[in-house]
Structures are given as structure tokens and as C-alpha cells.
């Protein structure tokens, strides 16, 4: 090949790598600025502080009116807020982790601290909504007296706060999970408070006392619901699972495509943290082909059309006896462990 078709592929195998930029005579790298949000990341912190502090000032608030009320409901609304107030907690501690940069063996730095943050609050939603239906069938069978009047005066000041907060999050970037977690403990919450000003003025007006509990059952379905959808998401990032809009099949039959492409195979793609995604593959050309223009057209592709910017392709001309292997597996000759499936051109193996 020469020695600069092999300096050319090995810029080829190496190429368009994140974190640190390794080169002789300090030559300027691929600094990946897409990924850089510190403007946006700042003024994210900001907002969800602001929805910490009113959702912990009333916090407060309410704990000390439900113990002079007597009212377990109201004490039970301001746990649920204690688990806002955690979420956001969480969420500003995983945006300060994510935004350290790579170093030593956290090549990626910490950016799924925030998908960590995510689960957490996934599963405290589960978990918060198992013990409020678990009360709420309790209360349905032996219901307690409830004082429907400090309940709905509460409960609409709780709705103020709430809307406050959601909308104090709802300015920060929801792409982040961690992020997106948080704002569904809020959602919900706000959901809750309307649930209890409904019931809290149904027994004031008719003295239905089971009202309280219905509602909360209805406010349970929407916490399950928003809980399962964030353990799915993270879930799916923590498996190395191909982002959800993303078809890996239908990515490697169009790089295939390309007119100089022969096989691509150890097709790889998965999400780093929320909204960025990654992937790597090994490529073959026609023997004529050029390697370098060949993964010019990939990258512009991947980015044009599937928002992929995060690529890391090995490209290598294939081989003539390659060429006239038939659809056996792949990797012959040219992989010592090969995995996933093979696209080629022409009949595709999958």
C-alpha cells in the first residue's frame, strides 16, 4: 500500500474519536464542539435552583400546617414534594459531574451521571406510586376524617407553586434526562394538588370523604406511566441499545449503498448520554476506491441523515480473494473475532 496509503489508514482507523486528541507536534484535533453547552448547561443550573428553592420553601410550609391540621394527606403531599426536591438535587449534581471533561480511565468523562440521575428518579416514582396506591385502597376501605378545608386552601396554594416550578423547569434543556426526570416529579406532583383540591372541596361540599383516595389512585396511573417511561430510556442508554428513532439495519444497508462500498460489518451504535450518539463500524471499499473520500461520504451521510456526528469508522480496501467469498460469515480474513451482522452489497446478510 505505501507508506502513506498506511499513515492514511491509520488516520482512517483512528479517526473522529472523542476526549482527548493525541498527536505529534501539537497539531490541532477534532475538538468536537457540538458538544460543548456551557452557556446553556449554566443557565439550566439556574432554572432547576429556582424550582428547588419554591419547591423547598413550601416544602416546609406544608409540613408545618398539616402537623397544626392534623392532616396526613398534607403531610403525605409534602413528602411527595421531598422527592422533587431529591430529583432536582440529583439532577444538578449529575450536570456538574457530566460537565467535567474526560480524563484517566473515564474516556467519556462522567456524562451518564445524568442517566444515572434519571434512574434514580424512574424508580422513585415506581416506587413513591406503589405506597400512595397501597394508602389510597387502604383509606378507600377505612377512610379518616379529613378536614376538606385547609386540604383545598393548601392544596390550590400548592397548585401555584407547582405550576411555578414546572414552568421554572420546563425553560432548562428536557433533552437531558436528568433533567426530564426531574420535571416528571414535578408534573406529577402539580397533578397530585389538583387531585387533592378536587377531593378536599368534593368533602367539603358533600362530605365523600373517599374522594381523597380516588383521586390519588388517578394521580398513581400518571406516575407509573411517566416513572416507566424514564427507567425505559435510561435503561436502554445503560444496555448500549441503538437510539429509539435509529434502525441499525436500515443505518448499514445505506452505507452499503455508497457506490465504492462492498461490506460493512461491526456496525455499532448506541448513545453516550442524552442526545448524543455514537457509532463505529468497520468498512470495506472496491481495491480502486479511496478510503478517505469513501469515509468523507459516511460521516456527511450519518450526520445528514440520522444526526450522527460521533463516528469512529475503520476503513480498509477489500481484499480480492474477499470479494469472492460468497455470504459466509464476517470477519474471514480480516476480523480475528467478528459480531452483529453483515451488510453487502447486493443481497444483504442479517
Known sequence: MGATGA??????????????????????????????????????????????????????????????????????????????????????????????????????????????????????????????????????????????????????????????????????????????????????DLFAFIGTAVSGLVVMTTGFVQADAIATLVVVVLMVKAGYALVRDSGRIFLEAAPAHVDPDAVGDRLVAHGLVTEVHDLHIWTITSGEAALSAHVLVEPEGDCHAVRRDLEKLLSAEYGITHTTLQVDHAQEALLSVGRGEAGDGHCAAPHGPVHREGPHVH
Open 7 to 188: 499513515q492514511d489508514h491509520a488516520h482512517d482507523h483512528a479517526h473522529n474519536r472523542g476526549g482527548h486528541v493525541h498527536s505529534r507536534g501539537g497539531g490541532a484535533g477534532h475538538d468536537h464542539a457540538g458538544h460543548s453547552h456551557g452557556v446553556a448547561a449554566n443557565a439550566d443550573r439556574r432554572w432547576l435552583a429556582i424550582a428547588l428553592g419554591l419547591i423547598g420553601t413550601f416544602m416546609a410550609v406544608e409540613v408545618a400546617v398539616g402537623i397544626l391540621a392534623h392532616s396526613l394527606a398534607l403531610i403525605s403531599d409534602a413528602a411527595h414534594m421531598l422527592t422533587d426536591a431529591v430529583s432536582i438535587v440529583l439532577a444538578l449534581i449529575a450536570m456538574r459531574l457530566a460537565a467535567r471533561p474526560a480524563r484517566g480511565g473515564f474516556t467519556y468523562g462522567l456524562k451518564r451521571a445524568e442517566i444515572l440521575s434519571a434512574q434514580a428518579n424512574g424508580l422513585t416514582l415506581l416506587l413513591l406510586a406503589l405506597w400512595l396506591a397501597y394508602e389510597a385502597v387502604r383509606r378507600l376501605i377505612d377512610p379518616p376524617e379529613v378536614a376538606g378545608g385547609v386540604v383545598l386552601v393548601t392544596a390550590l396554594a400548592g397548585i401555584a407553586v407547582n405550576v411555578a416550578a414546572a414552568w421554572c423547569i420546563s425553560k432548562a434543556n428536557r433533552s437531558s434526562l436528568a433533567v426530564e426526570g426531574a420535571y416528571q416529579h414535578i408534573l406529577n
